[in-house]
C-alpha cells in the first residue's frame, strides 16, 4: 500500500513533504525516484506524462490533484476504468475567484490601459465603468462558479450563471443547457468560463457563441484552452464586437512565443495560475480517499465518466 505523485512541474517535493508531514503510515513516493510499482494503490496526478500510470499493476484509484481532470481522460493508455477523484476546496476556489473579481476590476477601472499609456508616458483621463451598471454571466456553476458568483453578488454586480441542472443561488440567475444559452449570452457584458473541458464542452469560446454576446463584452477564459477557438477570439476583438479578453488557459503551455495572444492590446494573459491547489489544504481530502480506498468506503469528489467532469 502506497502513493505515488506523478507530475512534471517540479511540484513533487512539496506534495511529499505535505503529504508525508500528513500522514506517517503511508509510504509516498515520487515516480521519479526508485519505487515497489506492485506495492502503489493511488496515484496522484497532475498533467502525468501520457502511459506513465501503466506500470502500476495494482493501481486502484487515480487522483487528479487539480480540479480539472481533463488531462486524464487524453491519456489514451491509462486505465480508465479505475475510479477517479478530483479536488474540490473551498481555498482553490477562493483564490479563483479572487482572480477572476482581479481581472473584471481591472478591465472596468480602465488599470490594462494605465498599464500601457504609464510605460508610454502618456497622461489619458479614461472613463471608466461601475460595477452597478454591468452583469457578469459564469459558464460553469460548480465547486468554483458558485463560489465566485457569491462573491460577485456581494460587488454588486448583477449575476447569471450556467450549468447542465439548475442552480439556486440567492440573486443568481440560473440558466441551463443549450436551449437557454442565447438568453444567457444576450444579456451578459462580462463572460467567464468555468467549465470542464469535456466533449461537449471543447471549443464552446467560439464566433457563433460570441456574436451572442452584446457588443463590448469581455470575455474571461480561466477553465482550458481547448474551450477557445483562438482565431475566433482574434477575429472578434479585432472588429470590434468585443472589447477586451482576460485569458489564463491556453491551447498549449507555455503558449509558444510566436502565438498573436502575446501582443494582442485587448488579451491581457496570466500564466495558468489563476488558482492552484494548496497542498496544505488540499493533502487532507487526498488522505481521507486513501483511507477510504483501504477500507473499501465510498469516494469523496468522484469524476463522472459519463459527463467526463
Ligand atoms: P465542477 O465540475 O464543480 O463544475 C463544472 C460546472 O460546469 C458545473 O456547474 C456543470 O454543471 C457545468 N457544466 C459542465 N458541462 C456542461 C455543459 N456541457 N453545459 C452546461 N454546463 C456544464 O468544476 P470546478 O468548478 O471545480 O472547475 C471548473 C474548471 O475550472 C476545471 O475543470 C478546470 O478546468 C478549471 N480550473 C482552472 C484553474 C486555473 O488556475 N485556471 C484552477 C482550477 C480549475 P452541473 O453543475 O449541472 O453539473
Ligand atoms: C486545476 C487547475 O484544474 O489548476 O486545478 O487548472
Not at 28 to 37: A, D, G, R, T, V
Not at 157 to 177: A, C, I, L, Y
Amino acid at each position: 500500500m502506497a502513493i505515488v505523485i506523478i507530475r512534471q512541474d517540479g511540484k513533487i517535493p512539496e506534495w511529499k513533504e505535505a503529504l508525508s508531514a500528513a500522514s506517517s503510515h503511508v509510504p509516498i513516493y515520487s515516480y521519479l525516484e526508485e519505487h515497489p510499482k506492485e506495492a502503489i494503490d493511488m496515484a496522484l496526478v497532475w498533467k502525468h506524462p501520457p502511459g506513465t500510470l501503466r506500470a502500476y499493476p495494482n493501481l486502484k484509484c487515480i487522483s487528479g490533484s487539480g480540479a480539472g481532470v481533463d488531462f486524464i481522460f487524453e491519456d489514451k493508455e491509462a486505465p480508465l476504468h479505475l475510479p477517479i477523484t478530483r479536488v474540490v476546496d473551498q481555498v482553490l476556489a477562493q483564490d479563483m475567484s479572487e482572480h477572476v473579481i482581479g481581472v473584471i476590476l481591472a478591465y472596468l477601472k480602465n488599470l490594462y490601459t494605465y498599464k500601457v499609456d504609464q510605460a508610454n508616458r502618456t497622461w489619458k483621463p479614461l472613463p471608466y465603468k461601475r460595477i452597478e451598471d454591468y452583469t457578469v454571466g459564469i459558464l460553469g456553476m460548480g465547486a468554483l462558479g458558485i463560489v465566485l458568483a457569491k462573491d460577485l453578488v456581494r460587488f454588486g454586480f448583477k449575476v447569471q450563471g450556467w450549468s447542465n441542472s439548475r442552480k439556486k443561488v440567492e440573486t443568481v440567475k440560473s440558466f441551463v443547457g443549450q436551449g437557454e444559452l442565447p438568453d444567457f449570452l444576450g444579456t451578459t457584458q462580462v463572460l467567464v468560463c468555468l467549465l470542464p473541458l469535456t466533449q461537449s464542452t471543447a471549443g464552446i469560446l467560439n464566433k457563433a457563441l460570441f456574436q451572442q454576446l452584446p457588443k463590448d463584452a469581455f470575455v474571461i477564459n480561466v477553465a482550458r484552452g481547448g474551450h477557445l477557438v483562438d482565431e475566433d477570439l482574434l477575429e472578434m476583438l479585432d472588429n470590434g464586437h468585443l472589447s477586451g479578453a482576460g485569458l489564463d488557459v491556453y491551447h498549449k503551455e507555455p503558449l509558444p512565443i510566436s502565438h498573436p495572444f502575446w501582443e494582442h492590446p485587448k488579451i491581457h494573459m496570466t500564466p495558468h495560475y489563476a488558482s492552484v491547489s494548496d497542498t496544505r489544504s488540499v493533502v487532507p481530502q487526498i488522505l481521507e480517499n486513501y483511507r477510504r480506498l483501504r477500507a473499501g468506503e465510498p469516494l469523496l469528489n468522484l469524476v463522472s465518466k459519463e459527463r467526463g467532469y
